[in-house]
Every structure is written in structure tokens, then in C-alpha cells.
């Protein structure tokens, strides 16, 4: 792999440059001395709920709410608010700090953009963080979204921008930026990653994350690959768990002092799931996720205290 590094220390520069085949157990060394630096032993858990699954006319080769795709994914419209609140008081109740209303589809039509107003409103008014994911928004409705106290918007760019017209033709890398950008306008606070393990190369790895870097994003979301059965990416081998990890690390040497979020994909991690910390990873996404189980929030309070760390919750 070549890939010049520049305006990074020297040091941490050389790792990332031999990312793919630098000694594991070094780079995780490294990874968690930053982890602890800059984030201590508290790790913040997410939640989110699939506010509105299936519909969507986008082609993203991972995705099993594509319409273009026969996956058996659930297909429903928005649902009403009183679930959403309900699933985010229990959220809380299990020491979760933000909750995120996310839709499928390009973006909310402009009545259902009303209705997860409200929705962010009445999170908030609970007491846990409004975040929301809606796919491509413009300036004044995210403006709108932020004077109805919607914290965070997530928009993952999913890959490089390079590797992006591999895994999506029906909108653009740049389309993402937009939006992004918009956020951030609008004043409002930004996460962002994607899906690793669908083909990419190292060096689109390291693309992405130097976007985002650059970009200033708060929270990185990191997915391993879930093939989904009927959907483009199906038949892909998931990732070794000793690439992800490395893959994780990545992320936390490049971007030392954001939230490094592991998301969906965890269990391919197998016996190496409590390696996420070591890794670099401050943050995680706890219960479900979109269309595929998760673990349990209790459960994964029991995994934080175990390795010796801390919720950093609403409270702490």
C-alpha cells in the first residue's frame, strides 16, 4: 500500500501508512493510549429505532430497505410518536445518552419531516439527546429540525469518496457533503462514518478518514459489513476480526479526539468483541439496529463494567 501522509505527526504517519501489515499488538498499544488521553475510560452509548423501514428507491449495495432488492427486510411507514418515546424512555432508563429517530428513503417527505419534529421535541423534553438520521436534508430543514432541539444529525458518507460509485449510483458522494455541511451550517452537531469490509482498499480506509478529519465530524459510526441476503453484497466474506480491530485503530490514530463509534457488525467480531477498546473505541451503538438484532442494553452495561470502564451517560 502507498499513501502519503502529510500535516500528521511523523510518528503515528508511519503507522498508518503500514496499517494493513504493522505488527497488531503495537498498534493496539498506540490505539488505546490515545483512547485513554483523550476520552478516559468512559465509553457513551446510542440507541436508535427504525422509525421507517423499506420504501427506499436508492441502490446502495449493502442496504436491505433498497427497494431494489428482494431481502424480506420489514417494510412499514413512520410510525407514531408514542412508540418513539417509549423506546427512548427505555433507552434511558438503561444509562443511554442519545437516541435517533432513523427513516429510510432519500429524505422525509415534508409532512413526515413535521411529525419527527415533534418526535425530537418530546426526546428531549425526556431527557435523553435528540439525534435524527434522514437522509439528504437541505440547510433550512435542518435549521427547522435544530429550533425543534435536534442535537446531532447522522449522514454516514459510508466510504471514500473514490470507492463511493461502487456501493451507490443514485446519489453522490458529494450529495453527503451537502448535507453534512448543512449541519454544520446550521449549527448543529454532525456523525458520520460508514461501513467497512464491502470491498474497499486500505487506502480508501484511510481516504475516508481523513475526510472526515478534516471535515471536524463529532461522532465516527464504524459498521463491519453485514451481508444481507438478496442485496448486491450478499455473498461478501465478512471481515477477519483482526482487521477490524485494525480498522478500528485506524480511526483513533487519525482521529485522536472524536467519539469512535462501533455500530452494526459487532458480533463478527466474535471472541475479539471486547478488543473494540483496545482498538480505539470510545462509543457504542446498544439494542438493535436497523433490521438486524443487537445486543441488549443490559448486557452491554455488563460488557463496559467488566473491562473496567465507565458509562458516560446523562447523568455522569
Not at 458518507?157 to 457533503?177: L, R
Not at 470491498?199 to 480506509?205: A, L
Not at 468483541?273 to 442494553?297: E, K, P, Q, V
Request: proline share 4%.
Amino acid at each position: 500500500m502507498t499513501y502519503k501522509i502529510q500535516n500528521y505527526h511523523e510518528y503515528y504517519g508511519d503507522l498508518i501508512e503500514d496499517i494493513d501489515r504493522c505488527d497488531i499488538y503495537f498498534l493496539l498499544f498506540q490505539a488505546n493510549l490515545l483512547r485513554r488521553k483523550n476520552k478516559s475510560d468512559k465509553i457513551e452509548l446510542c440507541a436508535i429505532i427504525n422509525a421507517k423501514s423499506g420504501f427506499c428507491p436508492e441502490d446502495c449495495k449493502f442496504c436491505a430497505q433498497s427497494s431494489r432488492y428482494s431481502t424480506g427486510a420489514p417494510v412499514y411507514p413512520l410510525i407514531e410518536k408514542n412508540i418513539i418515546i417509549e423506546k427512548a424512555l427505555e433507552a434511558k432508563k438503561h444509562r443511554v445518552k442519545r437516541f435517533s429517530v432513523v427513516i429510510s428513503g432519500k429524505k422525509p417527505q415534508k409532512e413526515e419531516l413535521k411529525k419527527i419534529a415533534s418526535y425530537v421535541e418530546d426526546i428531549r423534553k425526556a431527557g435523553i439527546h435528540p439525534c435524527a438520521s434522514l437522509g439528504l436534508l437541505d440547510y433550512d430543514e435542518l435549521c427547522y429540525l435544530r429550533d425543534k432541539g435536534l442535537e446531532r444529525l447522522h449522514c454516514n458518507i459510508e466510504t471514500s469518496e473514490k470507492f463511493f460509485s461502487q456501493i451507490c449510483t443514485t446519489h453522490k458522494f458529494s450529495d453527503k457533503v451537502k448535507t453534512l455541511e448543512n449541519a454544520k451550517k446550521a449549527g448543529i452537531s454532525v456523525c458520520s462514518g460508514g461501513i467497512l469490509g464491502m470491498g474497499e482498499s486500505w487506502t480508501d480506509r484511510v481516504d475516508m478518514a481523513y475526510f472526515l478529519k478534516k471535515s471536524d465530524i463529532d461522532s465516527i459510526p464504524i459498521n463491519f459489513l453485514t451481508p444481507v441476503e438478496g442485496t448486491p453484497l450478499g455473498n461478501k466474506k465478512p471481515l477477519d476480526p483482526m482487521e477490524a480491530l485494525r480498522v478500528i485503530a485506524l480511526f483513533r490514530l487519525i482521529l485522536p479526539d472524536k467519539d469512535i463509534r462501533i455500530c452494526g457488525g459487532r458480533p463478527l467480531l466474535g471472541e475479539f468483541a471486547s478488543w473494540i477498546f483496545i482498538a480505539g473505541a470510545n462509543a457504542l451503538m446498544t439494542g438493535n439496529y436497523l433490521t438486524t438484532r443487537g445486543r441488549h442494553y443490559s448486557d452491554d452495561l455488563k460488557f463496559i463494567e467488566v473491562h473496567g470502564l465507565k458509562v458516560d451517560d446523562l447523568v455522569s
